[in-house]
């Protein structure tokens, strides 16, 4: 193994290793450390759903419709079936109230120029089969759509090896090597790595690798429990979330003040198949620290509420359950850019459950700015240093 | 991968080549998640039962096969229809 880069990337999930690839395309020598494995964190424990529709009008959304952009050609830049398509999204209205805070939502996603439009009930039960009766609307849009999250994790990981990144497995990172004010490298369990800029891209771990460098991160883990059925034949025609998901995802403060269990827990409908046909049931947002485990409380939460949107599911099988977690933030941007005081270290996490679908544009914009120290588009709402770190 | 009747299935379910889970081997996988990851063996039907034992003495390669991590267990233990465990346990 070499011992010295021009870029340093820590984390081996979808973040980190589209950071990789970006940068050794830009023909920067990169070295990733990664403490487990590829999609061994969130990256591999979530489902297969790139929703625009569930950003926030505003950079978030920017974001997620400049990275679908850059979806489009990856499958031949990765030279790997990542399963991308773009089948459209819904976002299931239950209740008067949550209706009208979708209105907003919408109107102000129009805006930032999403194509996305509510619609009643009866043409929400044509474009899907087996929904509740008591739902009074949905929104749709033909944007959204979906990916398998390993396959692209994976593709990130060998195309940066193609292009000269080395990829540096069950790599812990010990320490940093500072001098006055600046990052030089990094201690391993392999020994110590030299490289000017190190970009943090360790996801909901990443307090632990900021910690290292003096730095207190507002990133905590927040857990999402998924379950996995049977492959069917196709059901879900196209990916599928509660309001109340998106109410769950904006309000974590709310959540804390309900009497409901299932409120605690985060819980929020979210739905898609996978190409095998497995349906992948969501999900809770949970804040448990770093316990990945499921709970049973968690599953039937889940399920319950899952059947009493799509009725039609009770039938189905579960054959598999999974949990992980997501880097949250309190403002649900993620952290992109160097960090003040610290010179060479670079932040790239906080994704939440937005990681996939951001990967291929946060890829670009971080290779972007250590290259060019600029980007494409304003990126000034993710500075970490909008944080007192 | 190339099919024939030569062709030996690690993993029944997933219909998962030897020559598959090798490959993922050569890719760094080091324990059955990480072949899993790379291959979908062990995420079918059985999740697993079959083929956990043959994947781990793949990795061991001859050495201690005890000295490789064992997968994560997650419920439920068997196949269960959602309609079941959602009326589970309610009063």
């Known amino acids: ?389 | 991968m190339a099919e024939n009747d030569e062709t030996v299935y690690i993993c029944r379910c997933e219909e998962v080549s030897r020559e598959e889970v090798e490959q993922a081997i050569r890719d760094g996988a080091t324990t059955i998640t990480g072949i899993k990851k790379r291959t979908n063996a062990g995420m079918g039907l059985c999740q697993g039962r079959t083929c956990r034992k043959l994947i781990t003495n793949m990795l061991a390669g001859g050495q201690d096969p005890a000295k490789i991590l064992p997968p994560t267990f997650r419920p439920p233990v068997r196949t269960v229809k959602i309609s079941e465990i959602a009326e589970g346990d309610e009063e």
Request: one cysteine or more; hydrophobic letters at 40%; charged letters at 20%.
């Open chain 1, 1 to 389: 193994m070499t011992n010295k880069a021009d870029v340093i990337v820590v984390g081996g999930g979808v973040i980190g290793a589209s950071v990789a690839y970006q940068l050794a395309r830009r023909g920067r020598k990169v070295i990733l450390t990664e403490k487990h494995d590829h999609a061994s964190g969130a990256s591999g424990s979530c489902d297969t759903g790139i929703f625009l529709q569930s950003k926030n009008a505003g950079i978030n959304l920017r974001l997620a419709l400049a990275s679908s952009e850059l979806f489009k050609g990856l499958r031949e830049e990765l030279d790997r079936d990542i399963e991308y398509h773009v089948k459209g999204g819904m976002i299931l209205i239950e209740t008067a109230a949550e209706l009208k805070i979708m209105e907003d939502f919408v109107a102000r996603q129009k805006r930032t120029g999403l194509q996305v439009e509510i619609i009643d009930r009866k043409e929400a039960s044509r474009m899907q089969r087996g929904l509740a009766e008591h739902l009074v609307a949905a929104t749709y849009s033909p944007q959204d759509g979906g990916v398998n999250p390993i396959e692209l994790n994976l593709g990130f990981a060998k195309a940066a090896r193609k292009l000269g990144a080395e990829i540096l497995l069950e790599t812990e990172v010990t320490g940093f090597i500072m001098n006055g004010g600046r990052v030089e490298g990094i201690e391993t369990a392999r020994g110590p790595i030299y490289a000017p800029v190190v970009v943090n891209a360790a996801g909901a771990w990443a307090p632990i690798i900021g910690e290292m460098a003096g730095l207190h991160l507002p990133i905590k883990p927040r857990r999402g429990q998924i379950m996995i059925t049977e492959p069917v034949a196709p059901y879900i025609a196209r990916g599928m979330l509660s309001a109340s998901y998106i109410v769950a995802k904006f309000n974590a403060d709310k959540l804390k003040e309900s009497k409901s269990r299932a409120v605690q827990l985060g819980v929020g409908l979210s739905l898609s198949q996978t190409q095998k046909g497995n349906i992948l049931i969501g999900a809770t947002r949970e804040f448990v620290g770093y316990d990945v485990r499921n709970t049973h409380e968690g599953i039937q939460a889940i399920l319950k509420n899952a059947i009493r949107l799509v009725p039609g599911l009770g039938s189905i099988h579960i054959i598999r359950t999974m949990g992980g977690v997501r880097p949250y933030t309190p403002d649900g941007l993620p952290l992109v850019g160097y960090v003040n005081n610290l010179e060479g270290y670079f932040m790239s996490a906080g994704h939440e459950g937005d990681g996939i679908a951001l990967s291929p544009v946060t890829g670009k914009i971080v290779a972007d700015m250590i290259v060019d120290g600029k980007t494409f588009m304003d990126v000034s709402a993710l500075d970490p240093n909008r944080f007192a770190l």
